[in-house]
């Protein structure tokens, strides 16, 4: 289990209804793009890549379900391995059964479609009751708002990467979200 140096063990990782407030209405997903996809399939496979097996995981909407599956297949049909394609609400008692299928694979990387308010509980369920690694985690373009870090805490998605609509990419570092365009530049 993961220990952040700033959360008490014993406190719930759920989001309390004022962490909300103060954050807005988050945005739905919206469909993925070829680009995006492309660009995310490029994140898990650089050069001397050995990601073989995934987790993919997405919320119940329709846009992040038709990401996923389009990544499973994507992601077969070039040789990987699926391990997994675990999905979850956007609200929940704790996010503890999603959490625990999601990482019981021991994958060599994870692929997330989601909105970010439930994938934000997801994060925080994970971070505080499985071994999940957000540096070994990518994710579609839903997920790179500079909102889900400020509610997840700064830490926990540290080194979550994911792709953009128009086919850059996009990261998190200390609680910052940096795109890039298809050219390498920051945004």
Same mark, same amino acid.
């Given at each position: 289990m993961n220990d952040l140096s700033d959360r008490d063990? $014993?406190? $719930?990782?759920l989001i309390s209804p004022v962490e909300l407030a103060a954050h807005g209405d988050l945005p739905r997903p919206s469909p993925h793009t070829d680009a995006e996809l492309t660009a995310l399939i490029g994140l898990l496979t650089p050069p001397k890549s050995r990601i073989e097996t995934v987790a993919v995981g997405h919320s119940r909407d329709a846009a992040s379900r038709a990401a996923a599956d389009a990544f499973a297949s994507a992601w077969t049909a070039r040789g990987g391995k699926v391990l997994t394609i675990v999905n979850w609400p956007e609200?929940?008692?704790?996010?503890?059964?999603?959490? !625990?299928?999601?990482?019981?694979?021991?994958p060599d990387a994870w692929v997330v479609a989601a909105a970010p308010l439930g994938f934000a509980q997801l994060a925080r369920r994970l971070r505080h009751s499985t071994d999940w690694d957000p540096s070994r985690t990518y994710a579609f373009a839903?997920?790179?708002?500079?909102?889900?870090?400020?509610? !997840?805490?700064?830490?926990t998605l540290?080194?979550?990467r994911g792709a953009t609509v128009d086919g850059g990419t996009w990261e998190v570092r200390r609680g910052w979200v940096t795109t890039y365009d298809t050219a390498g530049s920051t945004s």
């Open positions: 063990a $014993s406190r $719930s990782p609200s929940a008692a704790s996010w503890l059964r999603p959490a !625990t299928r999601l990482t019981a694979g021991l839903s997920l790179g708002d500079s909102r889900l870090p400020a509610l !997840t805490g700064p830490e540290h080194g979550l």
